[in-house]
Nanobody, 121 residues
């Protein structure tokens, strides 16, 4: 089985910075897109940042210019650097990966357990 594990969540003051990381492990042939989603209570899960295997990125409008994502294909990891954090960024952040377990096999969406990010004074 494939497992994605996030780390780096916590409490930070408005205007501060926080870095999240995610490591994928298990039976993995290749990871296509990786990225980050978040969900606040009573809200839908929304895309935060997505990065292709080749390094192309997409960001939610609300985080453009403040967040950046990167990945290490050799280590099957993805990171999210969050700067100038706002209270609206408070949410559970989930790591995402679209992963094939075998050559020429199907790809599936995998999700981490989530890590809480709270932005508050």
């Amino acid at each position: 089985q494939v497992q994605l594990v996030e780390s780096g969540g916590g409490l930070v003051q408005p205007g501060g910075s926080l870095s999240l990381s995610c490591a994928a492990s298990g039976s993995i042939f290749i990871i296509n897109d990786m990225g980050w989603y978040r969900q606040a209570p009573g809200k839908q899960r929304e895309l935060v940042a997505l990065i292709s295997r080749g390094g192309n990125t997409n960001y939610a409008d609300s985080v453009k210019g403040r967040f950046s994502t990167s990945r290490d294909n050799a280590k099957n990891t993805v990171a999210l650097q969050m700067n100038s954090l706002k209270s609206d960024d408070t949410a559970v952040y989930y790591c995402y990966g679209r992963i094939a377990r075998n050559r020429s096999g199907p790809v599936y969406d995998y999700w981490g357990q989530g890590t809480q990010v709270t932005v508050s004074s």
